[in-house]
């Protein structure tokens, strides 16, 4: 399974235009694939940039936690991707949670994942 983690150069979880690498874990290969995120720090849209080059790279799932999406992102890859959903802020503690990802893996997510704070 290809799994789609957007962070930050030091590992953290963070909203997708905030994230500046794109990771692809695949989990039966045991290999993590690096791309640099083209919506990093675009002002409007990072957050819908970062998903089409997610969605690009064709992951089978997604990793998410509260705040990361908006809603234009969300409904890019809803029905395309399953989520992830994981309370961890650094790929370094979710990487091992990997190998039993099928446990959280979701077709939706909570709305505090996609909901825009104002």
């Not at 940039?49 to 809603?71: F, H, N, R, S, Y």
């Not at 395309?80 to 939706?108: G, M, Q, T």
């Amino acid at each position: 399974m290809k799994i789609a983690v957007a962070h930050s150069k030091e590992n953290n979880i963070v909203p997708l235009d905030l994230a500046e690498l794109i990771s692809i874990v695949d989990t039966e290969e045991k290999k993590i694939s690096q791309y640099e995120n083209p919506g990093f720090e675009r002002v409007p849209g990072g957050k819908e940039i970062t998903m089409a080059a997610i969605l690009k790279l064709q992951p089978d799932a997604v990793v998410v936690k509260e705040g990361m999406m908006c809603p234009g992102s969300y409904r890019m890859s809803v029905g395309r991707v399953k989520y992830a959903h994981f309370e961890e802020d650094n790929l370094d503690d979710i990487l091992p949670k990997l190998d039993k990802v099928d446990d959280v893996l979701s077709d939706d997510i909570p709305p505090d994942v996609y909901r825009e704070v104002e």
